[in-house]
């Protein structure tokens, strides 16, 4: 089945301001696109069915917590056949934001916020020291944010032999 979807100008617009607050209130998504409310929850529905938007994700900005902390990802190396085993342990930790499959060097990416790089040594020992851990690599940053002004909304042609 060939799938293409097409989006204009103001689907445009509508995608980059939800990108930036999910939470927008419709009647200013319609103001800034010069169109109604009702057609813009129109478009919405419509992105949303044709499966441009498939959800919202809330983003916690690391600057604004009142202890800032340290945000690190970590890198997991496991041996063949271990991920779910390992994934039980690394959701046990209690600074654990995010645990996701990887695909490059690292099985898995962890990201992590704590209040001290001892904090940060400790989580990254726990998971070490796990049957199956080949390496474990954290990798602090320095001053997360989101740049989501810089994806290209430009959807392209999907192909399938449907």
Not at 19 to 40: E, F, M, P
Not at 78 to 92: C, G, T
Not at 126 to 142: A, E, H, L
């Amino acid at each position: 089945m060939d799938i293409t979807v097409k989006i204009d100008v103001i689907d445009k617009k509508i995608l980059c301001m939800l990108i930036k607050d999910a939470r927008t209130r419709l009647k200013d998504i319609a103001k800034n696109c010069g169109i109604s409310s009702v057609s813009a929850l129109n478009r919405i529905k419509r992105l949303k069915a044709l499966g441009v938007i498939t959800g919202a994700t809330i983003f916690i900005r690391m600057d604004n917590l009142q202890d800032h902390g340290i945000s690190a990802t970590i890198g997991i190396e496991l041996n063949w056949n271990q991920e779910e085993e390992v994934s039980k342990i690394i959701r046990e930790q209690k600074n654990l934001m995010e645990l996701a499959p990887s695909i490059g060097k690292y099985d898995l990416c962890a990201l992590i916020h704590t209040n001290s790089i001892s904090e940060l040594e400790r989580i990254s020992y726990s998971i070490r020291k796990q049957p199956g851990v080949k390496s474990v690599t954290p990798i602090i940053w320095s001053k997360p944010h989101n740049a989501f002004e810089n994806f290209d909304l430009q959807l392209k042609e999907r192909h399938g032999t449907g």
